[in-house]
C-alpha cells in the first residue's frame, strides 16, 4: 500500500467511530474522517469481529478486503482515515465469491463517501 499507513492504536480507531462519517452495505461498514497528517496519506484500519467466525475466516476476510482497498488505492482521494467494519455475512461468503463481493463492496462504499475518484 504506497500511499496508505494503517491504524494501529485503539484511540485511533474510537477517534474514527465517533468523529467520522459511516456508509454500510451487506458486507462491509465504512468508518471515514479527515486526518491532519502532512503529506496527504490514507491510513487504513481493519476490523474483523468473533461474529464473522474462526480466526482463519476472520483473517481470509481481512485478506480481502486488504487486497481489494490495494487495487483501489490509486483512486482513492488522499488525507482520510478509513476504517472497514466486516459484518457477519462476510464470513459466510463461499470462497470463490468473497473476493468479487468484498470488492464490490468496498467500491461502493468508498463512492457513496465520495472517495473514489476514477471509473473502474
Request: one cysteine or more; charged letters at 25%.
Amino acid at each position: 500500500m504506497k500511499f496508505t499507513g494503517t491504524l494501529q492504536k485503539n484511540a485511533a480507531f474510537k477517534r474514527v467511530y465517533s468523529n467520522g462519517k459511516s456508509a454500510a452495505d451487506r458486507y462491509l461498514v465504512l468508518y471515514a474522517m479527515l486526518n491532519e497528517k502532512p503529506g496527504g496519506i490514507n491510513r487504513l484500519g481493519i476490523s474483523v469481529s468473533k461474529k464473522v467466525g474462526c480466526a482463519v475466516v476472520r483473517n481470509r476476510v481481512k485478506r480481502r478486503v486488504r487486497e481489494s482497498y490495494r487495487l483501489a488505492e490509486p483512486g482513492v482521494l488522499t488525507g482520510y482515515d478509513l476504517v472497514f467494519v466486516a459484518r457477519a455475512a462476510a464470513g459466510t461468503l463461499p470462497l470463490k465469491k468473497m473476493y468479487g463481493e468484498l470488492d464490490r463492496s468496498l467500491l461502493y462504499l468508498l463512492k457513496k463517501h465520495v472517495l473514489w475518484t476514477m471509473a473502474r
